[in-house]
């Protein structure tokens, strides 16, 4: 395979999702980096797992199993909420309604719960609580937790790339990484089947569910990951659940949340969103998988087992469904927890892999970049 003589710059991103767009402008505004280069296998950025997700904005209250990951969404949310406004949906009222039977934590533990991590909690109002099946709920709580705009959040991160001078190459995918000559590294490229090189002194690798597809020297990443193919169900609500996002706890555990990039919201259930998972393996590509996985939709055995505990939701119209890979450390199964994998390289010198759960997480990915003396 011909590939064309190689281009210098300082920093290649792989990955134009909403990490990889962030930690490009951090580089360029906070650290310095004057030469940046942003691949993006897409036509535009953000169009993967940053907008095919739930588009929730993490207050800690998911995570009563991983008292590090719910603390750190605590801290996390108020800097997101403020960084990006424009972004955020506030205007609902989100509850948690802990489920008598199969849950993993009782009402009394979720309150206990949310005042160890400092999480805004009260007691829904009568009318609020008639949403739910009494017999299969023991008690409901309003808290504070949003929704984000992954289409604003990518009318941003365009923004300001161009103001940093980032250069976004789209449709252009990573496919190797070797050792150049003089610690350089040097990344192969390839878009419309041709193939070009790129010298830079460092690699951030934050392809998500490809971190582990670039080929070359690149060592692969240490910790196991997991992979799912999921999907979530854009519904129109009904009238009686349009200004509310709901998430039951924590054995049924199923979420209905606003989705402001399309004005519908999604559901999603632990049992039905995932079709299908398997252990990472560098030989099988996550994408190649999903482009093959056939676009059976579960939202109508969703909405049944939803409607046991709400059933005013039985009234809700599918009106789309979003599949994409999730993957996460395959260490956190247990404990539901979301810590950020960042993994420097030391085969590959100048080479970071980055790959987080939750989008807030980004404020711990940039705290581990400044740690870095580039």
Not at 207 to 216: D, E
């Amino acid at each position: 395979m011909t590939i064309s003589a190689s281009q210098s710059c300082e920093v290649v991103i792989v990955g134009g999702g909403f990490y990889g767009a962030a930690i490009a402008i951090h580089l360029a505004k906070d650290r310095g980096f004057r030469n940046i280069v942003l691949l993006e296998r897409e036509p535009a950025l953000l169009m993967r797992a940053s907008y095919n997700n739930q588009a929730r904005v993490h207050n800690g209250y998911h995570y009563p199993r991983s008292f590090t990951t719910a603390y750190r969404s605590r801290i996390n949310l108020p800097r997101f909420v403020q960084q990006w406004p424009d972004a955020i949906k506030q205007d609902f009222t989100k509850l948690y309604a802990i489920a008598r039977h199969n849950s993993k934590v009782t009402a009394r533990q979720f309150e206990r719960f949310c005042q160890d991590i400092g999480a805004t909690i009260k007691r829904a109002d009568g009318s609020t609580r008639a949403l739910f099946e009494p017999r299969l709920i023991e008690d409901v709580f309003q808290v504070q937790e949003y929704a984000f705009d992954s289409t604003r959040l990518a009318t941003w991160a365009v923004r300001e790339l161009h103001a940093c001078g980032v250069q976004i190459r789209y449709q252009t995918c990573a496919t190797a990484i070797h050792r150049g000559p003089e610690s350089s590294l040097e990344v192969v490229t390839k878009k419309d089947g041709a193939c070009a090189r790129l010298s830079c002194r460092y690699v951030f690798n934050c392809s998500y569910s490809g971190a582990n597809q670039l080929m070359g020297d690149f060592p692969g990443v240490q910790s196991r990951l997991k992979h799912e193919i999921t999907e979530m169900a854009l519904m129109q609500m009904p009238p009686a659940l349009e200004n509310f996002g709901i998430t039951v706890m924590d054995g049924p555990f199923f979420s209905v949340m606003p989705f402001p990039a399309r004005n519908l919201h999604t559901l999603s259930h632990v049992r039905f969103t995932p079709h299908q998972h398997w252990e990472d393996e560098r030989d099988i590509n996550p994408y190649e998988r999903l482009s093959r996985h056939p676009r059976e939709s579960r939202a109508n055995r969703m909405l049944r087992d939803v409607g046991r505990y709400i059933p005013s939701v039985l009234t809700a119209q599918h009106v789309d469904s979003l599949y994409e890979i999730k993957t996460v450390l395959a260490k956190n199964e247990t404990d539901d927890g979301r810590p950020i994998l960042f993994e420097k390289h030391a085969a590959l010198p100048g080479c970071y892999t980055v790959l987080g759960g939750k989008i807030d997480n980004i404020y711990d990915v940039l705290e581990k970049i400044n740690a870095e003396v580039f």
